[in-house]
């Protein structure tokens, strides 16, 4: 009977070590090398197929998905980046810089509200109606909110992840496909989900109770303004000198690719306030910034991205974004000063 190629390479190495019996162990060890090698080679050629076509399924998902788009391709070289993408270029009205070196390690990555801040609120903003005070609370009686939970109900409450006000929103947790809400007018074309009009008016007219007048800006978003904003994020990193691609990258990397973003699906609001109306963490120290950090978990909404907790949510401190999430989980985040991905961690 013929041996195999396993047989006769034991066979050998017991021989060569029985007549030379310091060379025991030296075989034993070479023949387990040798083996191994045997063992492995013989996996990959009767499973060299299966291997065959996983590779092909990786390779041609990361030429054609969107997530690898330019990047990827270009390395590969499969298609040719620089045409593929100056058909998006040419299209718009985005200059091509002139390349040089960028550290890119260095670049603060911005966010939406990066874009928008700097641009004076008060300002008509690309088509977005700006309204006052006055305006918003206008022919309006009285806006009712519920009771504020007590401390000890807050805590008792149980809370459901699959609760629309605890959608968790960032870069890892991209709005669900299947989200749906429906879209209310808060005043003009500002809108946002129609379940927190009136705990967000009734927030605007106690402040003004107080002497603070607030103004909102940018509350729902679609996927359009989105898409404007992500170009104006790849404009303002080749203003700094990087090519297309380095800034498409750097702008694909910060939280907001659209469809990451919470003003998408009108939970999100930016604040200020009539006295001071640039996005800035200045903001923080007005009269409205306060009132807000105080108040603001009354009516159910929550300082989303807070000084401290950058670790956390990869997003700079923005005293004047706020995010709806209810009155019970607001509160308990701003009684123990816990973010959204705490609170999702310690009550979900
Ligand atoms: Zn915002």
């Not at 390349?99 to 700097?118: P, R, S, T």
């Amino acid at each position: 009977m013929k041996k195999t190629f396993k047989e006769k390479i034991i066979f050998r190495f017991t021989n060569m070590a029985r007549q030379h019996k310091f060379l025991k162990y030296p075989c034993l060890a070479l023949l387990s090398f040798i083996l191994g090698i045997y063992y492995i080679g013989r996996h990959f050629a009767t499973n060299g197929k299966r291997y065959a076509s996983v590779a092909f399924v990786i390779i041609f998902f990361m030429n054609s998905c969107s997530f690898s788009f330019a990047v990827f391709a270009e390395r590969t070289g499969f298609i040719n980046a620089q045409e593929a993408y100056s058909a998006v270029v040419e299209d718009s009205d985005i200059a091509l810089a002139v390349e040089k070196e960028v550290n890119l390690e260095n670049q603060i990555l911005l966010d939406d509200d990066d874009v928008d801040a700097g641009y004076d609120a008060a300002e008509d903003i690309e088509g977005v109606d700006t309204y006052t005070l006055d305006d918003i609370l206008e022919n309006q009686e009285n806006y009712q909110t519920d009771d504020i939970p007590s401390e000890d109900s807050a805590e008792e409450y149980v809370f459901d992840s699959s609760d629309w006000r605890l959608v968790l929103i960032n870069k890892q947790h991209p709005i669900p496909e299947d989200y749906e809400f429906t879209l209310g007018t808060i005043k003009g074309s500002m809108q946002c989900d129609e379940r927190i009009i009136s705990d967000l008016l009734a927030m605007l007219q106690a402040a003004k109770v107080d002497g603070v007048n607030l103004a909102i800006c940018s509350p729902y978003r679609d996927l359009n303004r989105q898409e404007v904003l992500f170009n104006k994020k790849i404009k303002v990193y080749m203003g700094q000198g990087m090519s297309y691609m380095e800034a498409y990258k750097l702008a694909s990397q910060a939280v907001t690719v659209p469809g990451a973003s919470e003003h998408q699906i009108g939970l999100a609001l930016d604040i200020f306030c009539d006295t001071y109306t640039s996005l800035d963490e200045g903001f923080a120290e007005t009269e409205a910034g306060k009132w807000l950090a105080e108040h603001s978990c009354e009516y159910g909404f929550t300082l989303r991205y807070p000084s401290g907790k950058e670790y956390i949510t990869s997003i700079e401190y923005e005293p004047w974004h706020f995010r709806y999430v209810g009155k019970e989980a607001a509160t308990i985040m701003k009684e123990e000063g816990i973010c959204l991905e705490e609170f999702w961690d310690k009550y979900l």
